[in-house]
Nanobody
Framework: EVQLVESGGGMVQPGGSLRLSCAASGFTFSYYDMTWVRQAPGKGPEWVAGINFGGDSTYYADSVKGRFTISRDKNKMYLQMNSLKPEDTAVYYC??????????WGQGTQVTVSS
């Protein structure tokens, strides 16, 4: 059974940090490009960051560049989030993709940035 399980969300004050994890199982993780996508209340999904299957190329939305860092190891993907802002509040989802046919999503983890 394919599973992507996010963890590490929570509530943090502005300027704080969180580290999200996405644990993968049931498929060959090393074959898949990985992405973080977030959705804020009342808004559409927003692509946040991506990392290729080899882990040697990373990509960031302008809104998080310089503050967030995406990484991966054998069976997990991570998102280190620093200097958090209230506008980073959202449910964060991890996505695995191999081409356009094999696409898997996690259930999401809530991140709330508030004083």
């Amino acid at each position: 059974e394919v599973q992507l399980v996010e963890s590490g969300g929570g509530m943090v004050q502005p300027g704080g940090s969180l580290r999200l994890s996405c644990a993968a199982s049931g498929f060959t993780f090393s074959y898949y490009d990985m992405t973080w996508v977030r959705q804020a209340p009342g808004k559409g999904p927003e692509w946040v960051a991506g990392i290729n299957f080899g882990g040697d190329s990373t990509y960031y939305a302008d809104s998080v560049k310089g503050r967030f860092t995406i990484s991966r190891d054998k069976n997990k993907m991570y998102l280190q989030m620093n200097s958090l802002k209230p506008e980073d509040t959202a449910v964060y989802y991890c996505k695995a993709a191999r081409g356009s046919y094999f696409v898997y999503w996690g259930q999401g983890t809530q991140v709330t940035v508030s004083s």
